[in-house]
């Protein structure tokens, strides 16, 4: 049998003499502390559920489901919903300049016919909408780290360029990272 450590006392740390309720507290805690962040999560601290925004027109019915809040480095979904009332010819997305710049586009599904830029907006054409008919496009992306602040992101359904119908929104996006106690974010070295 191995001798007891030098600095360990038998009596006392194996046999919890001394401190009968310490141990039971400790494990309290830690189970508490576990269980407080995925309970933080599911509140909706963390992230935020996407926002429906709508608008319609005699032509068109918009709606834009989005996050209307993020931090920086989170991944993202808008998803956009136009429902054509009348023929569109050439129904065009007019996005904001909120929604590409300070966030990295990663995917747009379905792909565009063409991508143009409008006066610091980005165009997507989508071709021809039936009326009665719905085209659902779908965009992934990620929020820039450095990024903080409010944003207009405003999204318009043109017809070729004549302006259909428009949602005005505005994200607002949150520092990532600790702050330290004076409410200054630290800077960070590369």
Do not use: C
């Not at 309720?21 to 400790?26: G, I, K, L, S």
């Not at 502390?33 to 608008?55: D, H, I, K, T, Y």
């Not at 989170?74 to 998803?79: C, R, T, V």
Request: charged letters at 20%; aromatic letters at 6%; a positive charge.
């Amino acid at each position: 049998m191995a001798e007891t450590p030098q600095y360990l006392m038998l009596v006392r740390h194996r046999d919890l003499r001394g401190r009968s309720r310490q141990p039971w507290n400790h494990e309290a805690m830690q189970v508490g502390v576990v269980l407080v962040v995925p309970l933080l999560g599911l509140a909706g601290v963390f992230g935020r559920e996407p926002v429906v925004s709508a608008a319609s027109s005699p032509d068109a019915t918009l709606k834009v489901t989005a996050a209307d809040a993020l931090r920086g480095g989170l991944l993202g979904q808008a998803k956009f919903e136009v429902t054509a009332r009348s023929n569109l010819k050439h129904a065009t997305l007019v996005l904001d300049r909120g929604w590409w710049d300070g966030l990295q586009l990663n995917t747009i599904a379905p792909g565009p016919l063409g991508e143009t830029e409008r006066a610091g907006r980005l165009a997507l054409d989508f071709g021809h909408v039936p009326a009665g008919s719905k085209l659902l496009v779908r965009i992934q992306f990620q929020v820039n780290p450095t990024l903080v602040g409010s944003r207009p992101q405003g999204v318009e359904v043109d017809d070729g360029r004549r302006p259909i119908v428009r949602v005005n929104r505005t994200l607002t996006v949150f520092p990532q990272g600790r702050w330290t106690s004076s409410g200054a974010q630290p800077s960070s070295s590369s």
